[in-house]
């Protein structure tokens, strides 16, 4: 069989990937983390994009590429540029933004919620269930598709859950649920 229409993999794939979205399942999304999903993607097509393409074109004009530090990076970056592009018109395109402001003043728990809870280890937690592009568990969020969120989701401030992990199972109380306020529109 011809090797000549097999992708190879391309060596700078080592981009870390983020987690697939469940099947059939949503893309739910912020509006500050869809602002800022496309504010980058802006950013790469209107600024960065080009001054690479513009360094390229200097560089190929200099003469030899093999050795061409400058090329040989210029189009390294490119490839990068253009590979998170497409990511972020993707994930984008098939976003569900949603404003937990909606829910502000209520204690059951949905998309958004900042929940504190104890687990049985005394053990106080505060998280704030996000969409899976702009979780950031060093900032305590946590993806709508964790085990933690998948077990509040729909539970109300005093209840008692079961969390289940692959170690243990753990029971887990659920002490706060706060939304953001809605902000004032024009």
């Known amino acids: 069989m011809s090797r000549a229409f097999i992708k190879e993999t391309d060596p700078d794939d080592d981009e870390p990937q983020l987690p697939p979205l469940p099947q059939g ?4 999304m912020t509006p500050q983390g869809y602002a800022r999903m496309r504010g980058e993607l802006l950013e790469l097509i209107d ?47 098939i976003a569900e933004v949603v404003d937990p402001s909606i829910h502000h003043g209520k204690d059951q728990i949905f998309f958004g919620a900042t929940v504190t809870y104890v687990d049985d280890e005394d053990t106080e937690r ?17 993806s709508w598709i964790s085990p933690i969120a998948r077990t509040l989701l729909k539970a109300r401030e005093g209840d008692v859950l079961r969390l289940v992990m692959p170690e243990r199972v753990s ?8 939304y953001p306020a809605p902000t004032a529109k024009d």
Request: no cysteine.
């Open 25 to 28: 399942g949503k893309n739910y």
């Open 47 to 93: 600024n960065e994009r080009p001054k690479i393409v513009e360094i390229v074109h200097w560089a190929a004009s200099n003469g030899d590429r093999s050795e061409n530090g400058d090329y040989l990076y210029g189009k390294k970056r490119l490839r990068e540029i253009d590979r998170r592009i497409r990511f972020l018109t993707k994930r984008l395109e």
């Open 126 to 142: 505060t998280v704030r269930i996000m969409g899976i592009d702009e979780a950031d568990s060093s900032a305590g969020d946590v």
């Open 171 to 178: 029971e887990i109380e659920v002490l706060a649920v706060e």
